[in-house]
């Protein structure tokens, strides 16, 4: 069985506005929904332009502050992450934006199990924004591909021989999906309240990505809501996420398929680049660094629901669905095979829909 190709430029893309909120708020997000006609105007491009312009200062601390997540298409589960470790930006003067990055992540495969790569782009985004009511469109299309590269570091499933043979087939697949999904840019849905929804390619005013849980009113942020897929012996970081200040707190909410059971570790940033960077480097699962600051085991079928008061900073909510972390031992089918000729099924996968909030503690 060969694996798909995976969609992994989407790592790299989603995220530039979510740390845009405060300049959004001071420029009146809300104001231009009450004349959309003005401010959606083609005529008005460059008034759109120079209001966009704000926000464009905060892109690089998003992109770099939060991993993004790694589809096959738009509404499959997360299979992997990408953590932009660097970051820069110009806006050029047609009023294009240049942004050059570079990072590390990880994917699963069936062939692979869990790759560990390394990629890096320099892209130019003809940027723009319309106006649905208060909710903005904020849209990238991609200009030109200035260059583009991927590396793998890490194979899991392969012995010294089976590496090689493997990065060579992983990395022209991943090519041809960086270039196929370079081209399409992305959309930041971003709504008055600070919520930011992402998708790859453009999404019409009034549409939404498909999302596990709908959130409606109420006075917290949502930082992420998706569907995750976490294989067996793998884990899955989700995050960095922001706490704004002392007396807030990250609500969770979650409902998993699939495995008996998984745990939801909460641990710092700084716990969690240590963790996460072994992760994507070796095969297998790292043991902690330091113990978690929670850990809850998330039963089969049942909506978990847990408020999380923590101080001012930032946090991973690490799933792990492996014998390594946490209470739970997930069933296995055995051991994992070193080449891929010997491919076996893997460890059973938990489907994992999950929201991740921000708001007043408790």
């Known amino acids: ?60 601390t998003a992109l770099t502050h939060r991993g993004a997540p790694l589809k096959l298409r738009d509404e499959d589960p997360v299979i992997g992450r990408f953590f932009a470790r660097t970051c820069n930006y110009q806006e050029l003067a047609s009023g294009d934006v240049f942004i050059q990055f570079s990072g590390l992540g990880y994917v699963w495969t069936n062939v692979s199990l869990r790759l560990g790569f390394e990629a890096s782009g320099a892209i130019q985004y003809d940027q723009d924004f319309l106006m649905d009511g208060s909710t ?23 012995g010294v021989a089976g590496a090689d043979a493997l990065r060579g087939f992983a990395n022209p697949i991943a090519q041809q999906v960086v270039d196929k999904q370079l081209a399409q840019g992305f959309t930041v849905i971003r709504d008055d309240d600070g919520t930011v929804e992402f998708g790859t390619g453009l999404i019409e005013r009034g549409q939404h990505p498909t999302k596990p849980f709908e959130v409606r009113g109420g006075d917290r942020v949502t930082l992420e809501n998706e569907r995750t897929e976490v294989h067996g012996q793998q884990l899955d970081f989700l995050g960095p996420f922001e706490v704004g200040s002392n007396d807030q707190a990250l609500y969770v909410n979650m409902v998993i398929d699939g495995v008996p059971a998984i745990d939801a570790l909460v641990v710092s940033k700084d716990v969690g680049d240590v963790w996460l960077d072994k992760y994507i480097r070796s095969p297998g699962v790292p043991p902690i660094p330091q113990p978690p600051l929670t850990s809850d085991v998330v039963p089969i079928r049942a909506q978990w629901s847990k408020a999380l008061p923590v101080a001012k900073g930032y946090y991973y909510l690490v799933l792990d669905n492996s014998s390594v972390v946490g209470a739970v031992a997930p069933p296995s089918t055995g051991a994992i095979p070193l080449l891929p000729s010997a491919l076996a099924p893997a460890d059973p996968a938990a489907l994992v829909n999950v929201v991740v909030q921000v708001g007043d503690a408790p």
Do not use: H, W
């Not at 959606?40 to 120079?50: G, Y």
């Not at 200035?146 to 194979?155: Q, W």
């Open 1 to 60: 069985m060969i694996a798909r190709p995976i969609s992994i430029a989407l790592a790299m893309f989603v995220l530039p506005l979510s740390g845009c909120s405060s300049c959004m708020q001071s420029a009146g997000q809300a104001s231009f929904g009450i004349m959309p006609g003005v401010v959606n105007d083609p005529a008005n491009r460059t008034l759109r332009r120079s209001i966009l312009r704000y926000g464009l200062d905060e892109f690089c």
């Open 136 to 158: 903005m469109y904020a849209y990238f299309r991609t200009r030109t591909i200035a260059a583009k590269s991927f590396n793998t570091l890490m194979v899991e499933r392969a």
